[in-house]
T-cell receptor, first 111, second 110 residues
Framework: QQQVKQSPQSLIVQKGGISIINCAYE??????FPWYQQFPGKGPALLIAIRPDVSEKKEGRFTISFNKSAKQFSLHIMDSQPGDSATYFCAASKSNYQLIWGAGTKLIIKP | DAGITQSPRHKVTETGTPVTLRCHQTENHRYMYWYRQDPGHGLRLIHY???????DKGEVSDGYSVSRSKTEDFLLTLESATSSQTSVYFCAGGNTYEQYFGPGTRLTVT
């Protein structure tokens, strides 16, 4: 119940395409769903986050789609660029100062 | 985030030796966290702190201890290192809504 399942493990997308990463959870007590971006040799950094009272949040080329009934949320990267190549982590929290992390998706954008 | 530094950045040690990793912050975060990152497992919480001398276990705390005697410093100790503790260790500060990570320490136990 504490797990967050992330897919795919790796993803290759052509420049200009749409990258989509999916996450699923079981615990309905989770109330905050962030995405973190990690470049090689660096720590993760918060990219975008959503709460379950909205179905979509957009920041620039990055959009989170949230489906409460299916207990799924996804990250869409529009017009993917080589600089977006990184590892992406979804996470979930129930406001107890801890995050439960997905296993990560390594995204490669081919020029 | 330059506000969180970790030392050492790389360490090779032998099985059975104690190891201490240091995290230092300049952002006055109340909450601090130690994670390990392994391929296929994402980030797993080892221990966290919610104030000076206040710490609690995460999901993979066996074989690890922590101490926080000052707001700025959060130490992770491997009491007797094992090969299964070879990993990249990240310290973070912040809270549920945003965690700021240090650059990581790559630890190899031979």
């Amino acid at each position: 119940q504490q797990q967050v399942k992330q897919s795919p493990q790796s993803l290759i997308v052509q420049k200009g395409g749409i990258s989509i990463i999916n996450c699923a959870y079981e615990n309905t007590a989770f109330d905050y769903f962030p995405w973190y971006q990690q470049f090689p040799g660096k720590g993760p950094a918060l990219l975008i986050a959503i709460r379950p009272d909205v179905s979509e949040k957009k920041e620039g080329r990055f959009t989170i789609s949230f489906n409460k009934s299916a207990k799924q949320f996804s990250l869409h990267i529009m017009d993917s660029q080589p600089g977006d190549s990184a590892t992406y982590f979804c996470a979930a929290s129930k406001s107890n100062y801890q995050l439960i992390w997905g296993a990560g998706t390594k995204l490669i954008i081919k020029p | 985030d330059a506000g969180i530094t970790q030392s050492p950045r790389h360490k090779v040690t032998e099985t059975g030796t104690p190891v201490t990793l240091r995290c230092h912050q300049t952002e006055n975060h109340r909450y601090m966290y130690w994670y390990r990152q392994d391929p296929g497992h994402g980030l797993r919480l080892i221990h966290y702190s919610y104030g000076v001398k206040d710490t609690d276990k995460g999901e993979v705390s066996d074989g690890y201890s922590v101490s926080r005697s000052k707001t700025e410093d959060f130490l992770l100790t491997l009491e007797s290192a094992t090969s299964s503790q070879t990993s990249v260790y990240f310290c973070a500060g912040g809270n549920t809504y945003e965690q700021y990570f240090g650059p990581g320490t790559r630890l190899t136990v031979t």
